[in-house]
């Protein structure tokens, strides 16, 4: 049987997030509490130092196959792939030619 996948508020992820910057508590104990895996709680956290007040823009939901925003989340998650493969490349390039040296 498959859980139904919760959605959480922007302020509720904030929040979250805050109550484990404070420090009071182990963020076991906020994600406890809170009824989330504590690793989501990084999550979040890691998203909120990365964007900022950008952080959480929209409602958590994809788009639908076949839209336009399908396929440009498609494409960028291509190109993040493609931009990722050709670092590795140039790397191993540079490497194996300080080795013909």
């Given at each position: 049987m498959?859980?139904?996948?919760?959605?959480?508020s922007?302020?509720?992820?904030?929040?979250?997030?805050?109550?484990?910057?404070?420090?009071?508590?182990?963020?076991a104990?906020?994600?406890?509490?809170?009824?989330?895996?504590?690793?989501?709680?990084?999550?979040?956290?890691?998203?909120?130092?990365?964007?900022?007040?950008?952080?959480?823009?929209?409602?958590?939901?994809?788009?639908?196959?076949?839209?336009?925003?399908?396929?440009?989340?498609?494409?960028?998650?291509?190109?993040?792939?493609?931009?990722?493969?050709?670092?590795?490349?140039?790397?191993?390039?540079?490497?194996?030619?300080r080795?013909?040296?």
């Open positions: 498959r859980k139904e996948r919760q959605s959480f922007r302020e509720f992820k904030l929040e979250a997030v805050r109550l484990m910057d404070e420090g009071k508590k182990p963020a104990d906020i994600a406890r509490e809170l009824g989330i895996r504590r690793n989501q709680l990084y999550k979040w956290k890691e998203k909120t130092d990365k964007h900022g007040s950008d952080a959480f823009p929209g409602k958590g939901k994809r788009a639908a196959k076949g839209t336009v925003e399908d396929e440009n989340l498609r494409l960028k998650q291509e190109l993040a792939r493609v931009k990722e493969e050709n670092e590795i490349l140039k790397k191993a390039a540079a490497f194996f030619a080795e013909l040296k």
